[in-house]
């Protein structure tokens, strides 16, 4: 079992963005802390030796200098490069580096050692878990435990530090007993490792919050899908038994027209079958569906129906919900024009509107109350309910639905959907369906 478990693949997008926001907070720390520091040997400056202003000025200055390029070049992005991770904590941990070493050559190793400049170290890897990958960080406590390695065996072998092995020895007579440092450094190690392994740790829950978020959303995706299929089911089975009521009541009376109605029946549920696993479909495509069930109710209502349809150019392509048309033009017969003694009149109009798509149903039916009382009556009005649960699934707050009687009488359906274009199949026989259906249903 390895230690620190490492992927092969991208980070996921959440992953980087957290890593990206982190690195420009750890930034303005960085800035914050050259600028301290910076102040701070501006100020002791009077009090120092040349030489310690020097090394002052030779590891601050291009630190400075670092800092305020990467905000000025970078941080207008959207997303930092992503070698900046990589690049700021060994600049760091050289500077740090830099700065005992410095401290060593102008004054004395003891005072390098003793500084605690040393604890930067640690700052700069506790930034590690949050900011950079696995492999980065295991590379940066690295470095910085070998740096510090290399310069105590450097100023051990130049005698720039006397040693002592007592410690009490060593403060009393400002010495350095390598006890003390073999601890600090056996304490970056550690703290190296413990680094790496928090930064392997929040990578490996960044990443298994994304694959199950991913699986939750693809869960609720089937679960809509499931619903709404459900949905369209429901549509069917509800039409088909209209249907059949309706043919079976003309049997005794007119057999010719019962067997036209079946024919016309077989024609629509064939069309219906070969858009089943489709949500959405072209307007063209239901407009064909709605030219089959008015050939139906034709053959039952005859001259007593009146089915119109005006369709702006242009939104044949617009993509709508299959089974869209159907069952509210069938609730509008059902409901509105089945129970006038006279003629009745449907009308479907669909227009764009900017981004959006119009589709509006209306009929001069028998009203609202009494379709509601009609409704309750029959257990009916599955169209309607339907429709709306549908919208919501597809369009969420990008969908209107409005229902309601109108002045002159009767009733109206209008629908908002976003406006999408699809693939718009030529019509049949060479003639608008539009133009058909409203031609069959005056005849």
Not at 47 to 74: D, G, K, R
Not at 113 to 140: C, D, E, N, Q, T
Not at 154 to 178: E, K
Not at 282 to 292: M, T, Y
Request: include cysteine; hydrophobic fraction near 45%.
């Amino acid at each position: 079992m390895q230690l620190f478990a490492t992927s092969a693949f991208a980070p996921p997008q959440s992953l980087r963005l957290r890593r990206d926001r982190a690195e420009r907070i750890l930034n303005g720390l960085r800035a914050a802390v050259v600028f301290l520091l910076t102040a701070s040997a501006l100020m002791y400056a009077p009090h120092l030796s040349e030489s310690l202003n020097t090394a002052n000025v030779l590891v601050l200055a291009p630190m400075l200098v670092w800092t305020v390029v990467q905000y000025l070049i970078w941080y207008r992005r959207e997303e930092l490069p992503d070698w900046l991770s990589a690049v700021n904590p060994v600049v760091d941990v050289t500077a740090v580096t830099a700065i005992v070493g410095g401290y060593a050559v102008a004054q004395s190793g003891v005072l390098a050692l003793r500084s605690p400049i040393f604890l930067m170290y640690f700052v700069v890897l506790a930034g590690r878990p949050v900011a950079s990958s696995v492999r980065k960080a295991a590379f940066i406590s690295a470095l910085a435990f070998v740096q510090y390695a290399a310069l105590l065996t450097w100023l051990w072998s130049s005698g720039r530090i006397p040693l002592v092995i007592n410690p009490i020895d060593a403060v009393q007579q400002a010495r350095v007993t390598p006890l003390d440092e073999v601890a600090k450094l056996i304490l970056l190690g550690v703290f190296g490792i413990v680094s790496t392994y928090a930064t392997s740790w929040v990578e490996h829950l960044v990443r298994e919050a994304s694959k199950e978020s991913a699986e939750r959303q693809r869960v609720v995706t089937r679960l809509v899908q499931s619903e709404l299929d459900t949905l369209k089911l429901q549509l069917n089975p509800h039409f088909l038994f209209n249907a059949l009521n309706g043919a079976m009541a003309l049997i005794a009376t007119d057999p010719p027209a019962a067997e036209r109605m079946v024919s016309e029946l077989s024609d629509f549920l064939r069309l219906v079958l070969s858009t089943s696993s489709e949500q959405e479909v072209p307007l063209e495509r239901e407009l064909g569906l709605l030219d089959r069930y008015v050939a139906i109710q034709r053959v039952r209502f005859q001259d007593r129906l009146t089915v119109t349809c005006n369709i702006e150019d242009g939104v044949r392509g617009a993509l709508v919900p299959s089974l869209l048309l159907q069952p509210l033009v069938e609730n509008a017969i059902r409901h509105g024009i089945s129970p006038r003694a006279g003629a009745g009149y449907v009308q479907v109009t669909a227009r764009r509107l900017g981004d959006k798509l119009s589709i509006t149903i209306l009929d001069d039916g028998v009203g609202v109350r009494a379709r509601r009382s009609r409704e309750r009556s029959r257990g009916t009005g599955l169209g309607l309910t339907n429709t709306t649960t549908r919208l919501i699934h597809l369009y969420g707050d990008g969908h209107e639905f409005e229902s309601g009687p109108r002045e002159e009488g009767g009733y109206a359906v209008k629908i908002t959907i976003p406006f999408k274009l699809g693939r718009v199949s030529p019509p049949r026989n060479g003639s608008p369906i539009d133009g058909r259906l409203a031609a069959a249903s005056k005849s």
